[in-house]
């Protein structure tokens, strides 16, 4: 069975970095497709990015360019370097298969941009 655990999350200002880290044990990880996915208050779960087995990247329209998703097979982890962060980044961060989960969801990460 997936656990996943996210981390890095953080409280950064506008404009700001941080890299966020996903952990996962079990053996399918090299062979699945991860994903970042984040929820704010009052909204729904979104896809953020994703990134396939062999290490192609697809990302949501609004983080184009500021986001960058990546993966170290080798460490069963998966990342998100986040860049140039908006106020409306401004969320919950999970980590799950792409573009299905794996049926659960780890405990995710905070992230607030604030001022």
């Known amino acids: 069975q997936v656990q996943l655990v996210e981390s890095g999350g953080g409280l950064v200002q506008p404009g700001g970095s941080l890299r966020l880290s996903c952990a996962a044990s079990g053996s399918i990880f090299s062979i699945h497709a991860m994903g970042w996915y984040r929820q704010a208050p009052g909204k729904q779960r979104e896809l953020v990015a994703g990134i396939t087995s062999g290490g192609r990247p697809n990302y949501a329209d609004s983080v184009k360019g500021r986001f960058t998703i990546s993966r170290d097979n080798a460490k069963n982890t998966v990342y998100l370097q986040m860049n140039s962060l908006k106020v409306e980044d401004t969320a919950v961060y999970y980590c799950?298969?792409?573009?299905?989960?794996?049926?659960?969801w780890g405990q995710g990460t905070q992230v607030t941009v604030s001022s």
């Open positions: 799950n298969g792409y573009p299905l989960g794996f049926g659960f």
